[in-house]
């Protein structure tokens, strides 16, 4: 029984079938559609017709073809005018067919697969994906058929990406944002193919090169003057941040449920991500955080401002997580230029913690498994020069650099913005060179239900010591943010952000 088969090397269809005890291929300039299989397949179905009949003649249907040379002249002599014309005529039919476009519109086959693969997915890829697909395909291929889309389309479209405009002045896409957005559009052309039964375009088209982005992460010595300048209220929080890896999410969907004081241990179960708590980043990400001293110590003080606030360890006036931005661009960078630090994202804070680790000795797997990293490969890869030696096995080794390194130096008093040199002490940072004045907490903007004894109990504690580096002394500190001093609100916010 005869088939219908597309040609690998030549990709068309052609017709394989027997006749007189021979194999016989006879190929057509026709693509591998539906609708062309279909038509050749009722050619197909008459050729057999007859040659069961007796009656089929090679040259009625394949005038051309160099199989003839094959079969007896006589097939050829039967062959009456009128009937090599029609097969000349019908074999000129099928080669002057062009391919049709099958399937639906990109923008219609896009808007299928989306919600169809939607459930797959986490909320923070929903909103890029959609981002995508509304900012940058369906604008450029929407009204095109799936099936008429090119290898050519697409390289031609890739490169116009790399000469729209970027973020801030920056002059076309990143080579990762171009490789998110091409790799977007091939996966739906690819599952169109595969429905549709057309040969995908997308084949051999390479992902562009992404330049490797080296970590940049803070020395101990930053650490320490950042702990001793950052405002009160958001000390802790910068503690538990350097001295635990965690992500940004992690941190800010941390609840209390999940602090374990009794085996020190943070549990890290759920990320906030979009305004929502959410299932962490990956598999791995579930993991259980030894805490160090002074992890503990900084959530125990944490404890007694927002364990009876708030689920979340680090809330904001009204209980709610930290937002990001806001924290950000309120706290984060204001505090770089105040301490002349070179400005990084945040998430440096999780890189500082893995070379912290790594200095002290702590052994690879260990740490690796702190980060929730399944395999010390991303690790090695990252953070290689900071690797010292493989001798260390677990959180020995930090707590030793911890208790050394800060337990030295000179220690300052705050009570208000009035600072006192009190003497030796074994809190915090390092004397030596000029210091700078710790940042102030500036007034509320609102006020939190069944809060207000504790402000008034916060404002009758006893200050309590932070250590800055000698560098700074002299200096004023950081004012607060603008319109916190127009606040009338009156009491305490614990983490005002």
């Known amino acids: 029984m005869g088939s219908i088969r597309n040609s690998d090397t030549m990709g068309s269809l052609f017709m394989d079938f027997r006749f007189q005890g021979q194999r016989c291929r006879e190929y057509t300039a026709l693509t591998d559609t539906p609708i062309n299989r279909k038509k050749l397949a009722k050619v197909l179905a008459k050729i057999e017709s007859e040659i069961n009949a007796g009656t089929f003649v090679y040259a009625n249907y394949f005038p051309n ?109 990143s080579p990762k944002r171009i490789n998110e957005i091409i790799g977007t559009l091939c996966q739906i052309i690819d599952e169109a193919a595969d429905r549709f039964e057309f040969t995908t375009p997308t084949t051999n088209i390479k992902r562009l090169r992404v330049r490797k982005v080296d970590v940049d992460p803070f020395s101990l010595q930053d650490v320490q003057s950042i702990l001793a300048t950052v405002r009160a209220d958001y000390r802790n929080y910068f503690t538990v941040r350097f001295f635990t890896g965690m992500r940004t999410g992690e941190v800010h969907g941390l609840k209390w449920r999940y602090v374990d004081f009794e085996h020190r241990l943070i549990r890290v179960r759920e990320t906030f991500v979009l305004g929502e708590d959410e299932y962490t980043k990956t598999d791995g990400s579930q993991r259980d955080i030894q805490m160090s001293q002074p992890v503990v110590e900084a959530l125990t003080k944490q404890y007694e401002v927002t364990g009876k606030l708030s689920d979340y360890v680090f809330c904001n006036l009204m209980g709610a997580p930290l937002d990001n931005k806001n924290f950000t661009d309120r706290i984060w960078y204001p505090l770089l230029r105040h301490l002349d630090m070179t400005e990084r994202r945040p998430y440096q804070m999780r890189h500082t913690a893995a070379t912290l680790w790594l200095a002290s000795g702590e052994a690879p797997e260990w740490i690796a498994r702190q980060l929730g990293h399944t395999s010390t490969e991303m690790l090695f890869r990252v953070y290689s020069r900071y690797v010292p030696n493989l001798t260390r096995q677990d959180g020995s080794a930090m707590e030793r650099l911890l208790a050394s390194r800060l337990a030295t130096g000179k220690v300052l008093r705050m009570d208000g913005a009035h600072l006192q040199q009190v003497g030796d002490s074994n809190l915090f940072a390092e004397a030596g060179g000029s210091e700078r004045a710790p940042m102030p907490v500036p007034k509320p903007r609102g006020v939190a239900v069944g809060a207000s004894e504790r402000a008034r109990t916060n404002r009758s504690r006893t200050s309590q010591d932070i250590t800055l580096p000698e560098r700074h002394a002299g200096e004023d500190p950081q004012p607060p943010p603008p319109g916190a001093m127009r606040t009338h609100v009156r009491r305490l916010n614990p983490l005002h952000a």
């Not at 097969?87 to 299928?112: D, N, R, Y």
């Not at 995508?132 to 099936?147: A, C, E, N, Y």
Request: aromatic share 8%.
């Open 65 to 173: 073809s160099k199989a003839l040379k094959r079969f007896a002249r006589a097939n050829l002599e039967k062959a009456a005018p009128t009937a090599v014309m029609e097969a000349i005529a019908e074999s000129a039919e099928m080669t002057a067919v062009e391919p049709k476009s099958t399937g639906p519109l990109f923008c219609e086959f896009s808007a299928q697969w989306f919600k169809e693969h939607e459930i797959e997915w986490r909320r923070s890829h929903i909103r890029s994906l959609r981002s995508t697909l509304d900012g940058r395909l369906i604008p450029h291929f929407g009204q095109k058929v799936v099936s008429s889309i090119t290898k050519s389309d697409i390289l031609a479209y890739r490169a116009t990406l790399a000469k729209v405009k970027g973020r801030g002045d920056k002059e076309g896409l």
